[in-house]
C-alpha cells in the first residue's frame, strides 16, 4: 500500500480558491491511480475527482465539474485538488485516495489519507 497525508485545508470565503496536497510514500505512487473524496457532517463520503496514473484520464463529479481541477506531479511523489469559486456546499473533509486502477466508487481505492478540513463560510 502507499500511505497518503493531505494538507492545504482551511476557512475560506466563498468565491474564493484552495490547493489540496496529498503526498504519497511507500509503493511507487506512480503506478495508481488518485482521487479526492469529500465527507460533509453528516453525509456519506462523495467522490469529487480522479486521475489516471498516466494523468491523461480525469473524472470530475457534476459538483465540481468546471471549478476543480486534479493533478499529479510524479517526479514528487504528490496529488493535487485546485479548487476555485468555492461556495458554502464544498465545506467538507476532504480525502486523498489511491487505487490500482482509475475509479469513483470508495471501493476503486485501497488507500487512504487521514483528510484535511475545508470551510467555506463568510
Known amino acids: 500500500q502507499v500511505q497518503l497525508v493531505e494538507s492545504g485545508g482551511g476557512l475560506v470565503q466563498p468565491g474564493n480558491s484552495l490547493r489540496l496536497s496529498c503526498a504519497a510514500s511507500g509503493r511507487t505512487f506512480t503506478k495508481y491511480a488518485m482521487a479526492w473524496f469529500r465527507q460533509a457532517p453528516g453525509k456519506e463520503r462523495e467522490f469529487v475527482a480522479a486521475i489516471a496514473w498516466s494523468g491523461d484520464n480525469t473524472y470530475y463529479a457534476d459538483s465540481v465539474k468546471d471549478r476543480f481541477t486534479i493533478s499529479r506531479d510524479t517526479a514528487k511523489n504528490t496529488g493535487y485538488l485546485q479548487m476555485n469559486s468555492l461556495k458554502p456546499m464544498d465545506t467538507a473533509v476532504y480525502y486523498c485516495?489511491?487505487?490500482?486502477?482509475?475509479?469513483?466508487?470508495?471501493?476503486?481505492?485501497?488507500?487512504w489519507g487521514q483528510g484535511t478540513q475545508v470551510t467555506v463560510s463568510s
Open positions: 485516495a489511491a487505487g490500482g486502477a482509475l475509479g469513483y466508487r470508495l471501493v476503486d481505492f485501497g488507500s
